[in-house]
């Protein structure tokens, strides 16, 4: 695209841009030439979104029949900050202006260049490269089958260009759910490396991937990164590369940053499931090839002093999932929950040794045996369980200085051997009876049990002979008298005098006999017989006073 | 007194000795001093107060085992203010041995009269052994028996009546005080290794929280399998393992 202005006898500006149509990422190039006595305007064209550099200048001089005729270009980088169509004004007022279209990156038809960094990848050694050949990831496993459970050390290695990325934006991560990758967090190894003639710095991180579940996997990772992508023409980037100076390259102002994401390429694992047949009761879920030894932290101790039973697990496999629970009883021994410990050999932790630390008390002196411990896990390499044991353990238990102090002096034993010289008080001479019991007899219980018997006999008599001094109530007599009145009111109601006289003369025979002791109790017999026999009939009052009549000598005086 | 409260004494009386005393190898007061003093020789201070804390407890009035308990603690470190607050059966009458070492300290006027009465009791109280204070005890007891007795038959003699019935408590008050006194001591333990560890729970796991000097009396709060709660005279309590503190009472 150019734009000439002016008359055929002024001085002529021409501007040119090519290519008039980019992709984003890259830029075109606006070449302004002059010629005649006309000046280039100082001042750049501005406009918002593209970025304006010089980056150049050349003169040329002509002589065409006799006449000299100068000529000047100046070329400018123009480099788009988005997609779109821009219009860049002309370069004098009578210039034409030009129009650069910027497409995005991803857009249909857009024209391929080395700024395109998700376009067909190059492979060298095995290594996924990215289009410009700025980065690459590549995951490395050492089988491609492997059981669940297991696991498996892993290499991530990221290569970045010198020059092209700038910066690592995170860790590597896994693509699929069914693996769990451990220790990324560490510090990759860094070693620069030369492919294909370009350098290079080399990013390795060592891991372990375990299967959480049988199956086919393609397995791949990825990583984020900073490049600082080519924005020149490409005749230009090419003989920036020809020199070989990213220093220059950046210098100038030739590349912007872009974040990109780099994936490896797809590794095939086959993943099995652990064999049902063959596995001990006791498999805990170890997966890889281990030792077991076992040790006591003394040959000797006295009884109830705590002693650690040690076991030690080495090899290499998934030492999360190597767990023992040591010995869970063990006759006259008191057992606690074991601990454990792991010390790393690898920075990923897939060799070292774990070890189990399990107190134990003894209960009873005398030559004691550990039993032989156990552990079990499965062998990837031999395709099924193993058991690994140690050997047993001897030690021999002294009865503790409690236990030694716990039964009775031996009488005589240290009798008489005073020795008033070391500032002690001389020894005594033994006298007397041996007690049974340390405790006092009087806070024995059997003790106790004879002046509780004795106190409940004075008690017994004390009580006694407040009874003999104090009256005895006639409760039982009361309490009859009141069922007495009780049947002669209901008597009463009924109006039954016949019934009424009898239940009256029953009960003053009880009391003053069948003679009757007083006027009333005579009159009341006297009554009985003709209610029984003439059927004498009486009036609520009459009811009411004679059993107030009966009442009265019928219940026990009282002070009696 | 009647023939059957005859028979009733002599009863008490056999039933007492069947309890107190055994035809088998026992404790004697004598027999655990001496064998303290042939520990505390034997470089084993622990074991020597433990056998004194024992003697004490069969003879509270005897001065060589107070004189030789303090020695000995005073040999392996024990202050002097835990000495006093753990040794309840120490008799207070005891004569300081002559290379004792460090004055008490100065305390206040009442402190000092309640330390001297709680002394005086101490040693009211201790000055019979417990054989014997049991069978002052009962005595007491029969005599407020007889009395009741006998003022149910008649109430003859009153003032005789009251005078047996006060006599009768007199000697069972001074039994139970001798039982608050000596209480303490049937429930401490003496450490018997050097620096035992008291630990915060009783596993024998993690770190210590202290370490008990060997020779401390201690005293036993609660006991969980192989570990014992104790509290020191200081006020800090831990689990420490059985083996490392016997109990003065020895346990089955």
Known sequence: ?560 | MSRRAVTLILFLAAWHGGIAHSAEPGYSAAALYNQGNAYARAGKPGLAVLNYERAALLAPDDPDIAANLQYVQRAAHIAAELRAASNATAPSNAAAPANAAGAPKAATPAKTASSALAKIVTRAVTRASPVVMSWLGLTGLLLLGAVVATRRVSNLYPWTCRGAAALGIALLGWMAGQGAVLWPALHSAVVVTAGAPARVSPVPMGDPVFTLPEAEVVTLTAQHDEFLLVRTAAGRTGWVARSNVAPVIPRP
């Open chain 1, 1 to 560: 695209m150019s734009a000439a202005a002016a008359p055929a006898a002024a001085p002529l500006v021409d501007a040119t841009l090519e290519p008039a149509r980019i992709t984003m990422g890259q830029s075109a190039e606006l070449t302004i030439t002059s010629s005649g006595s006309s000046n280039v305007p100082a001042a750049l064209p501005q406009v918002n979104g593209l970025d304006f550099r010089v980056i150049g200048q050349s003169h040329r001089v002509e002589i065409v029949s006799g006449a000299t005729l100068v000529s000047t270009a100046i070329m400018v980088r123009v480099t788009p900050r988005a997609a779109g169509i821009y219009t860049i004004p002309g370069i004098t007022p009578q210039s034409q202006p030009l129009v650069l279209r910027v497409d995005p990156e991803d857009a249909p038809g857009k024209p391929s260049g080395p700024g395109n960094l998700n376009s067909a990848a190059s492979h060298a050694e095995g290594i996924h490269m990215t289009a410009d050949g700025s980065a690459y990831v590549r995951l490395v496993l050492p089988k491609h089958e492997a059981f669940v459970g297991e696991s498996i050390p892993v290499e991530i290695e990221v290569g970045m260009r010198n020059g092209f990325v700038s910066s690592l934006n995170g860790l590597p991560t896994l693509n699929g759910a069914d693996f769990t990758l451990n220790n990324l967090s560490r510090q990759p190894e860094r070693i620069p490396k030369l492919i294909d003639g370009r350098e290079f710095t080399l990013l390795t991180w060592h891991s372990v991937l375990a299967p959480i579940k049988p199956g086919k996997f393609s397995l791949s990772v990825e990583s984020p990164l900073t490049v600082r992508v080519q924005t020149r023409p490409a005749r230009e980037s090419r003989l920036e590369d020809a020199l070989g100076d990213p220093f220059l390259q950046n210098y100038f102002g030739v590349t912007v940053s872009k974040d990109i994401t780099v994936t490896s390429a797809a590794t095939e694992l086959t993943v099995l499931p652990l064999p049902a047949e063959g596995r001990p009761p006791d498999f805990g879920g170890a997966v890889g090839s281990f030792k077991i030894a076992d040790d006591l932290s003394s040959s000797t101790a006295a009884a109830g002093d705590p002693l650690t039973l040690r076991l030690h697990v080495t090899g290499a496999g998934n030492f999360d999932r190597v767990d023992s629970a040591m010995l869970d009883h063990l006759d006259a021994w008191k057992t606690y929950p074991p601990k454990s410990s792991f010390k790393a050999s690898d920075p990923v932790g897939f060799r070292g040794e774990k070890i189990f630390e399990q107190p134990l008390i003894a209960s009873q002196s005398g030559p004691q045996t550990i039993p032989a411990l156990s552990f079990s896990y499965f062998d990837p390499s031999m395709r099924r369980y193993e058991v690994a044991r140690s050997a047993p353990l001897a030690v021999a238990i002294t009865p503790s200085a409690a236990d030694q102090s716990a039964g009775p002096p031996a009488a005589g034993k240290t009798a008489g051997t005073a020795a008033p010289a070391d500032g002690l008080r001389p020894d005594h001479v033994l006298s007397g009876a041996a007690q049974r019991s340390l405790v006092p007899p009087y806070l024995q219980a059997r003790f106790i049990a004879a002046p509780t018997l004795l106190s409940l006999v004075i008690a017994g008599g004390w009580l006694g002979r407040r009874r003999s001094l104090v009256p005895r109530a006639p409760r039982r007599a009361a309490k009859a008298a009141g069922r007495v009145v009780q049947l002669l009111e209901a008597a009463a109601q009924a109006g039954k005098a016949a019934e009424f006289f009898s239940i009256a003369r029953s009960a003053l025979i009880g009391v003053e006999g069948p003679e009757g002791a007083s006027e009333d109790t005579r009159e009341i017999f006297d009554l009985a017989d003709e209610a029984n026999y003439s059927g004498h009939e009486l009036t609520t009052t009459d009811y009411a006073r004679w059993i107030e009549v009966v009442r009265r000598r019928i219940l026990p005086e009282k002070g009696a």
